[in-house]
């Protein structure tokens, strides 16, 4: 069955700290990969996005991730953290077998804390 | 001026009512889906249209009905409402049906007592 994970519940992380929040996949077939953010009561933003090309992607807000297709990995990443950062964020994947179906992880709370 | 906006923000009804959520986009985008996040805020697709015709159908009861009666709105009516509908329905749109750029809306909770 085609499925995403995102290891982590929650990461609480000091401010100006890195971060590394985790995002696996169970398919054979060719992705698209995504990070999404949501903040308080808010709708979902899109953070970046995998299609082809360079493993590793750049975001809005210092977030980047890098793509590893031995490990069916997407994992997500900052060098350093602010208080604003302090969301939700789901990995979501679409499966080229299901084309233009986009499946949510099960979502990761980052807390940074001052 | 919001992108996708959605109507109403907060909706609290008794079972066995039936409601309605509304949903329009602004930035010319072809598809538009919608989206239930759970109470852990799982996040399960429902519908999705492209071009006004319904292209998604997840297993989602018969009670749930969406339309959309041009390509920049999308409704979605519950029947019968029951205590598990509780939960915050997202309304999204994209481009097309391939990119997976999804610009959604701020969410409409919908409790039921």
């Known amino acids: 069955a085609q499925s995403v994970t995102q290891l982590d519940s929650q990461v609480p992380v000091f401010e100006e700290a890195p971060v590394e929040l985790r995002c696996n996949y169970s398919s054979s077939v060719s992705v698209y990969l995504f990070w999404y953010v949501q903040y308080p009561n808010q709708g979902l933003q899109l953070l970046l996005k995998?299609?082809?090309?360079?493993?590793l992607v750049k975001g809005i807000n210092g977030f980047e991730a890098e793509f590893n297709k031995s490990q069916t990995s997407f994992h997500l990443r900052k060098p350093s953290v602010h208080i604003s950062d302090t969301a939700e964020y789901f990995c979501?994947?679409?499966?080229?077998?299901?084309?233009?179906?986009?499946?949510f992880g099960q979502g990761t709370t980052l807390q940074v804390k001052p | 001026d919001t992108a996708v906006s959605q109507t109403p923000k907060y909706l609290v009804t008794q079972m066995g009512n039936d409601k309605s959520i509304k949903c329009e986009q602004n930035?010319?985008?072809?598809?538009m889906y919608w989206y239930k996040q759970d109470s852990k805020k799982f996040l399960k697709i429902m519908f999705s249209y492209n071009n006004k015709e319904l292209i998604i159908n997840e297993t989602v009861p018969n009670r749930f009905s969406p339309k959309s009666p041009d390509k920049a709105h999308l409704n979605l009516h519950i029947n019968s409402l029951e205590l598990g509908d509780s939960a915050v329905y997202f309304c999204a749109s994209s481009q097309d049906f391939y990119t997976g750029e999804l610009f959604f809306g701020e969410g409409s909770r919908l409790t039921v007592l």
């Open positions: 979501a994947v679409i499966f080229s077998s299901n084309t233009g179906k986009l499946i």
């Open positions: 930035l010319g985008h072809d598809t």
């Open positions: 995998y299609l082809s090309g360079s493993t």
